[in-house]
């Protein structure tokens, strides 16, 4: 069974003037949504900013609440909404859960193994952390593990690589890469071809200083016609 955790939440009314006193008191706007009617509430803002990391991705929330429709209800925290200079959160998104039906998350992918392609000179890359499954929310896994150690120089892992219980369904399309061994030359060739062309692209454009001859061999502009008059 799924750890779950209790969250505290008030029931709030709609509106900016109220948004921005919860929000002076430290307070968040929030909605739930899902298996049950919609119910604007509000939560700790101190709560929102712990539980928004990595290590509550997918957390179960027992939802604790004077309204009876909310009270006990089992929520998952589909989005946040992040103000861009204070960092601070905003406005919170909860989904309502029905335990019985399967629900659609992301689920982090972590590497395990030292490739055999790194004795090569390759170099291990992520290509994509998550991966889409389809799972009953008590099942919902902490992650998946990719063992890459038998990845060779130019090797890839893909999704139909991953291992999964049987509980749990994936959305992601099998052929998706989640990792490769690849050339370190290959990873820096690009950033230097880059630098190399930058000197050319701006000595081309640059214009000669005031007063400056042209170099030996170099054509004078052609003179502009004179005006009619």
């Known amino acids: 069974m799924k750890t779950r955790i209790d969250l505290n939440v008030e029931l709030r009314q709609t509106g900016k003037s109220t948004s921005r006193e919860l929000r ?13 009617k919609p119910v604007n509430i509000s939560v700790l803002e101190k709560d929102m900013v712990k539980y928004n990391t990595r290590a ?6 027992n939802i604790k609440s004077t309204d009876k429709g909310s009270n006990g209800i089992v929520v998952l925290v589909k989005s946040i909404d992040i103000h861009p200079l204070s960092r601070r959160p905003v406005h919170v998104d909860f989904y309502a859960l029905d335990l019985k039906k399967p629900v659609r998350v992301w689920v982090e ?15 291990l890359n992520l290509i994509n952390r998550q991966v889409e499954v389809e799972v009953l929310p008590t099942d919902i896994p902490e992650f998946f593990v990719a063992e890459v150690s038998h990845l060779g120089l130019g090797e890839a892992f893909h999704v139909s690589d991953l291992k999964v219980p049987a509980s749990a369904k994936i959305v992601s399309g099998a052929e998706l890469t989640i990792a490769v061994v690849s050339l370190q030359e290959e990873e820096a060739a690009a950033p230097v071809a880059a630098v190399a062309a930058a000197p050319a692209k701006a000595a081309a454009g640059a214009k000669p200083a005031a007063g400056a001859k042209p170099a030996a061999g170099a054509k004078a502009p052609a003179a502009k016609p004179a005006a009619k008059k």
Request: avoid cysteine; glycine fraction near 14%.
């Open 24 to 36: 002076t008191n430290r307070q968040v706007p929030a909605v739930i949504y899902g298996a049950i």
């Open 109 to 123: 992918i972590r590497l395990e193994g030292k490739p055999l392609g790194l004795a090569e000179g390759g170099l």
């Open 56 to 61: 509550y991705e997918n957390a179960l929330f």
